[in-house]
């Protein structure tokens, strides 16, 4: 049995809060909304009972930010896409944000089991004003199970039409891919978290988030395999490579953090769930 699950996540701002409402279908769901640090921004969790996707599964996530809105998703735990005989299991991520909204897109890691077939496609458009910080990490196998990514495919589609397009397909069977000098280079572990703006950032603006970037990244054990760019000037990326999820994921987080201070000038909380 395959499943097609779809879910309508709309944040509004009313008067001074940011007000989230959702329809969906099928197995999907988000939690309580909360206001950990007041009404401005509004918090949930986005939670997929399952536990994770077969092939021929599709899930369709629709996140809408309403002017002068901000919301931050996140989820208890990895995507999970297990073996497929055949057919593609998606993950689909369409984000639109409305002028002057902010949205935290934070999901945990979208991790591929052997011989799974897999696509994760996210798409973000913003009008003139909105922002939005995103993180996309994506891990092959089950190392500390000894279960390594020996067969199957992965492929990754991050986009801000006319913007940016990063797609790519990672190959368990592309030798050169996953552990040549070039490619993963042995790692199994691919991370991105990045800052996109509906408007050109500033010089200043873009300085700040690579500076405050880079100095979280020269300090971590992973600075030798992350770097931070700026592919155009409504896009602010920073890339890591690690062995496995925790150190890779940590590193964006503190990233995340920094780009919270610098840009925003809001205080790094935390997601409730990322501490259980």
Not at 222 to 246: F, I, K, S
């Amino acid at each position: 049995m395959t499943w097609h699950a779809r879910l309508q996540l709309d944040y509004r701002r009313e008067h001074a809060r940011t007000v989230a409402r959702f329809e969906h279908s099928g197995p999907l769901r988000v939690l309580q909304s909360l206001y950990p640090e007041g009404d401005a921004v509004c918090h949930n969790v986005l939670v997929h009972p399952p536990g994770g996707l077969v092939g021929g599964d599709t899930l369709d996530i629709a996140l809408a930010v309403g002017e002068g809105a901000h919301g931050l998703v996140t989820t208890p735990g990895a995507t999970r896409f297990y073996r497929s005989l055949g057919p593609l299991a998606l993950q689909r991520t369409h984000a639109v944000l409305q002028a002057g909204a902010r949205l935290e897109w934070l999901p945990l890691e979208a991790l591929c089991f052997d011989a799974c077939q897999a696509e994760n496609r996210l798409t973000m458009e913003l009008a003139p004003g909105a922002e939005l910080i995103g993180l996309d990490v994506a891990a092959f196998g089950l190392p500390h199970a000894g279960k390594p990514f020996t067969q199957g495919q992965f492929q990754q589609h991050i986009e801000v039409p006319g913007q940016w397009l990063e797609r790519g397909r990672v190959d368990a069977a592309d030798a050169l891919l996953m552990d040549g000098p070039l490619g993963l280079a042995g790692h199994r572990c691919m991370a991105s978290l990045f800052f996109v703006t509906g408007t050109a950032l500033t010089r200043e603006r873009r300085e700040a988030a690579l500076e405050s970037a880079r100095a979280v990244l020269e300090a971590d054990p992973l600075a030798a395999t992350a770097g931070a760019t700026c592919p155009n000037d409504r896009v602010v990326v920073v890339r890591v490579l690690a062995p496995v999820v925790e150190p890779a994921m940590a590193l964006l987080q503190r990233v995340w953090a920094a780009w919270r201070i610098a840009l925003w000038k809001l205080p790094a909380q935390r997601p409730r769930i990322w501490a259980m």
